[in-house]
């Protein structure tokens, strides 16, 4: 499986921006697939995610009503539109493809369930 993320650049406060990930390898429609983000010596945390078959998406608070996640199972891509963005919004962002094959439970934020990861793309937001 590979991950390509792209669309990340520079924007002021209360721009938009999209970032898409294409997929390659294993049936991109049997797995979720998520997207995270890295700030400067900080951990990994869950931005978004989006089950397998559309039909349910999963958001952090802290980006709850201004991000929206989508996806495109049959060009094998997943797509995250930030608007409203915010200079805390700033760190690399990644997509991840979740281990389970169609998993439908209640765990969708957390980091080890993902084992596939795009190489990143920064997103960078001023005031």
């Known amino acids: 499986v590979q991950l390509q993320a792209s669309g990340g650049g520079s924007v002021q406060a209360g721009g938009s921006l999209t970032l898409s990930c294409a997929a390659s390898g294993r049936s991109f429609s049997n797995y979720n697939m998520g997207w995270f983000r890295q700030a400067p010596g900080k951990e990994r945390e869950f931005v978004a995610a989006?089950?397998?078959?559309?039909?349910?998406?999963y958001y952090a608070e802290s980006v709850k009503g201004r991000f929206t996640i989508s996806r495109d199972n049959a060009k094998y891509t997943v797509a995250l539109q930030m608007n409203s963005l915010k200079p805390e919004d700033t760190a690399v962002y990644y997509c991840g493809q979740d281990r389970r094959v169609r998993y439908s439970g209640s765990i969708y934020d957390n980091v080890v369930v993902y084992g596939y990861w795009g190489q990143g793309t920064q997103v960078t937001v001023s005031s």
């Open positions: 989006i089950k397998w078959n559309s039909d349910y998406t």
